[in-house]
């Protein structure tokens, strides 16, 4: 029986932009690495397949109001590592800013570290304040930044690929560590990298880690099709998500790859209590502790910069009143999306950032267990989703909630796993070790 998969996506003390005033929110230090420590082996408790680490590459201009920096995700996950045994770990890391070699190298070790965990979020980062920390490079347009990142993919699979399976001996009685005809520089010289290669570690336990994709813009989506093996999207409401994953398959086949090794999962963040008006009330109770001025400079920064101070708060909105998404550098795929819901429902500003407080444009409600485990079903089983990424508004409560009561429902539907019946993240996905391109 097909079953889901359960990511778990830490960010800040929760996903609601408010969870950090929460009284409910952990007390520890975002710089403290017990707090992802013991999530992630919270979440190993309960069967999830993995731990997914966000990544942002310059200071947010809400910083007075809002925690929005944490530990570094590749180092961080390295620590985890080291207090888990099962629960594959995904860090999120730029093709943009991010040397090739480099990136090959962290992840090759991390892989080693984790005996084959991992997972890599692949970006090719929209954020305009990155730009400006990486040797006055500047923010790179939507089309050049998917340009660079599809050499860059060529150059880190050849990377990890140039070790062959078999090429570490570690004969100490003959002397002979490697055997070097089974090791081989890469000679890449493209149009934006000159990478000559081998790696200087030997092969990762997984070929190469799984690699995870966000985008949703059409350019996106055609780079997942190449290349994703798990697809973290965005969707507002369940019909869109269908629309997405049954074109993103078509787009898969289409490459001549098989769509099962490309699971699709949405965001979700579910405020669950035990009842309907237990569960309406922990809403209510974050949206009071929000800015809708946070709000609107978190909109701003996803539009470009785009200055919404004008717009009345109370005033139902229209498409006019934002830039055309396909236009914008930044974050096309979730611009789409938030224009698509304002058409649809003309909601107020104050109503569309309560809307994106909950988690950034990804699918929210709130409800008891019962409720909560039947959205997911209902998505799961109708071709939107192969799974979630679990985005809990309050750390580590709304996650022990899941855990403990909506977990057991989903196993007792025969909809999620009760044991791991592997030892890798790829195990956990269903997914092929892909076989050495050497020679």
Same mark, same amino acid.
């Given at each position: 029986m097909r079953q889901m998969h359960l990511n778990l996506f830490i960010q800040s003390r929760g996903h609601h932009e408010a969870a950090w005033r929460h009284p409910l929110a952990s007390p520890l230090p975002l710089t403290d690495i017990r707090y992802t420590q013991e999530l992630a082996r919270? =979440?190993?408790?309960?069967?999830?397949?993995?731990?997914?680490?966000?990544?942002?590459?310059?200071?947010?201009?809400?910083?007075?109001? /809002?925690?929005?920096?944490w530990l570094e995700p590749i180092t961080t996950l390295a620590a985890v590592a080291t207090s888990t045994s099962r629960i594959g770990l995904i860090a999120t890391c730029s093709t943009t800013y991010t040397e090739p070699y480099n990136l090959a190298r962290q992840f090759a070790s991390l892989d080693h570290i984790s005996s084959g965990r991992v997972g890599w979020n692949i970006v090719t980062t929209w954020s305009p304040q990155a730009g400006s920390n990486?040797?006055?490079?500047?923010?790179?347009?939507?089309?050049d930044r998917y340009e660079r990142a599809e050499e860059y993919m060529s150059v880190v699979k050849a990377l990890w690929d140039s070790w062959a399976d078999d090429a570490v001996l570690d004969d100490r009685a003959g002397g002979r560590y490697a055997e070097r005809m089974r090791v081989k520089a890469i000679q890449h010289a493209g149009a934006h990298y000159q990478v000559q290669g081998p790696l200087n570690m030997p092969r990762p336990p997984q070929g190469r880690p799984v690699f995870v994709q966000a985008g949703s813009s059409d350019t996106g989506k055609r780079f997942a099709a190449r290349h994703a093996e798990a697809v973290f999207t965005a969707h507002l409401e369940k019909a869109a998500a269908r629309a997405f994953y049954n074109e993103l398959k078509a787009l898969v086949a289409a490459e001549g790859r098989r769509p099962a090794q490309v699971l699709i999962l949405p965001g979700f963040s579910p405020i669950i209590g035990s009842t309907e008006v237990e569960a309406e009330r922990?809403?209510?109770?974050?949206?009071?502790?929000?800015?809708?001025?946070?709000?609107?400079?978190?909109?701003?920064?996803?539009?470009?910069g785009y200055d919404f101070s004008q717009l009345p708060l109370d005033t139902p909105l229209s498409q006019a009143d934002f830039p055309d998404p396909s236009?914008?550098? =930044?974050?096309?795929?979730? /611009?789409?999306?938030?224009?698509?819901?304002?058409?649809?429902?003309?909601?107020?500003?104050r109503q569309l950032l309560a809307r994106l407080a909950g988690a950034r444009g990804h699918f929210t409600t709130a409800g008891s267990p019962e409720k909560i485990?039947?959205?997911?079903?209902?998505?799961?089983?109708?071709?939107?989703?192969?799974?979630?990424n679990l985005m809990p508004p309050v750390l580590p409560h709304q996650l022990d909630v899941f855990s403990t009561e909506v977990v057991p429902i989903l196993q007792k539907r025969g909809l999620f796993r009760t044991?791991?019946?592997?030892? /890798?993240?790829? =195990?956990?996905?269903?997914?092929s070790r892909p076989d050495v391109r050497f020679g």
């Amino acid at each position: 029986m097909r079953q889901m998969h359960l990511n778990l996506f830490i960010q800040s003390r929760g996903h609601h932009e408010a969870a950090w005033r929460h009284p409910l929110a952990s007390p520890l230090p975002l710089t403290d690495i017990r707090y992802t420590q013991e999530l992630a082996r919270k =979440a190993e408790a309960s069967l999830f397949d993995s731990l997914f680490l966000a990544d942002v590459l310059g200071l947010w201009n809400d910083v007075e109001s /809002t925690p929005f920096n944490w530990l570094e995700p590749i180092t961080t996950l390295a620590a985890v590592a080291t207090s888990t045994s099962r629960i594959g770990l995904i860090a999120t890391c730029s093709t943009t800013y991010t040397e090739p070699y480099n990136l090959a190298r962290q992840f090759a070790s991390l892989d080693h570290i984790s005996s084959g965990r991992v997972g890599w979020n692949i970006v090719t980062t929209w954020s305009p304040q990155a730009g400006s920390n990486f040797g006055g490079i500047g923010q790179v347009g939507h089309a050049d930044r998917y340009e660079r990142a599809e050499e860059y993919m060529s150059v880190v699979k050849a990377l990890w690929d140039s070790w062959a399976d078999d090429a570490v001996l570690d004969d100490r009685a003959g002397g002979r560590y490697a055997e070097r005809m089974r090791v081989k520089a890469i000679q890449h010289a493209g149009a934006h990298y000159q990478v000559q290669g081998p790696l200087n570690m030997p092969r990762p336990p997984q070929g190469r880690p799984v690699f995870v994709q966000a985008g949703s813009s059409d350019t996106g989506k055609r780079f997942a099709a190449r290349h994703a093996e798990a697809v973290f999207t965005a969707h507002l409401e369940k019909a869109a998500a269908r629309a997405f994953y049954n074109e993103l398959k078509a787009l898969v086949a289409a490459e001549g790859r098989r769509p099962a090794q490309v699971l699709i999962l949405p965001g979700f963040s579910p405020i669950i209590g035990s009842t309907e008006v237990e569960a309406e009330r922990y809403a209510q109770e974050l949206n009071e502790l929000s800015d809708p001025e946070v709000g609107r400079q978190r909109l701003s920064l996803r539009f470009g910069g785009y200055d919404f101070s004008q717009l009345p708060l109370d005033t139902p909105l229209s498409q006019a009143d934002f830039p055309d998404p396909s236009k914008n550098e =930044a974050s096309r795929s979730r /611009t789409e999306s938030i224009v698509d819901l304002v058409a649809r429902e003309r909601p107020t500003l104050r109503q569309l950032l309560a809307r994106l407080a909950g988690a950034r444009g990804h699918f929210t409600t709130a409800g008891s267990p019962e409720k909560i485990a039947d959205i997911m079903q209902a998505w799961f089983e109708t071709g939107a989703a192969d799974g979630f990424n679990l985005m809990p508004p309050v750390l580590p409560h709304q996650l022990d909630v899941f855990s403990t009561e909506v977990v057991p429902i989903l196993q007792k539907r025969g909809l999620f796993r009760t044991a791991y019946d592997g030892e /890798t993240l790829r =195990a956990h996905f269903g997914l092929s070790r892909p076989d050495v391109r050497f020679g």
